[in-house]
């Protein structure tokens, strides 16, 4: 599984970056604007959270495929290595092939249907986004969109992946999983309660409770050898 974090906020990227294994982080206009700083200064700022290694998204904002090209080659300028996120509209498909053709990866987002995330692949992209939750909030299956769009990029040997985005709870994170996607990306919030248990909380209380019994307060295995 290939995580990353759905985010802008610097402070939560880089605690993810020392705690988690992070492949990445996305980021959307929304995401963007909560910051309320110039897109220049967020994007610099994560990219020195993160380094060169791991991934960044970014989405661009044209209404026309020409604008999102250019769009695409600004934020490139800024950032080498930056993903450039791209709706699946018409105008988005258009401006996937043409930034496909600059050797630019792109993710294709805003995914609610099986063939958006088809034609996105064909045209160009490396990552496809379902949005698990709105589509269930909606009473319709977001699951099942993110297996359907698997299937179809072995199917076709595509040369694409399935990012799992729009999670509200683990359980949405966990159908993903088996549903095979290839990629995640989750809100901070979210995130942490992958690893949340009471029984693990207790577990490890217990644990110390009995080691400090015999070894003391506040000590390791490093005292105890
Ligand atoms: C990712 O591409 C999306 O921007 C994001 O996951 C949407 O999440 P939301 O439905 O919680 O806004």
């Known amino acids: 599984m290939i995580y990353m ?17 992070l492949a990445g982080v996305t980021t959307n206009p929304s995401i963007i604007a909560q ?14 959270c993160i380094g060169r290694e791991r991934m ?45 053709a ?6 294709a987002t805003a ?6 995330a088809l034609m996105a692949a064909v045209a160009g992209a490396e990552f496809l986004a379902p949005y698990v939750n709105r589509l269930d909030n909606i009473c319709s299956d977001g699951i099942n969109l993110a297996a359907e769009i698997s299937l179809l990029i072995k199917h076709y040997h595509l040369n694409a992946k399935v990012l799992g985005a729009s999670f509200k709870n683990v359980q949405q994170i966990h159908q993903l999983a088996l549903a ?29 409770a009995d080691w400090e019994k015999i070894y003391g307060d506040n000590t390791n295995v490093l005292d105890a050898l």
């Open 180 to 208: 095979g996607a290839h990629s995640v990306t989750i809100s901070p919030d979210v995130f942490d309660l992958l690893l949340s248990h009471p029984l693990t909380d207790s577990g490890v209380a217990g644990f110390r």
């Open 111 to 116: 995914i609610l249907t099986p063939q958006q």
């Open 35 to 48: 910051e309320n700083r110039p897109l220049k200064e967020i994007l610099l700022g994560i990219r020195e």
């Open 56 to 100: 960044l998204h970014a989405q661009v904002m044209g209404s026309d495929a020409q604008t999102m090209l250019l769009e695409a080659i600004a934020m490139r300028a800024l950032d080498p290595e930056l993903i450039i996120k791209v709706p699946v509209t018409q105008q988005g498909i258009k401006a996937i092939k043409l930034i496909a």
């Open 102 to 107: 600059k050797d630019i990866r792109i993710t």
């Open 5 to 21: 974090l759905d985010t802008a906020n610097i402070e939560a990227i880089c605690r993810a970056v020392d705690l988690y294994p």
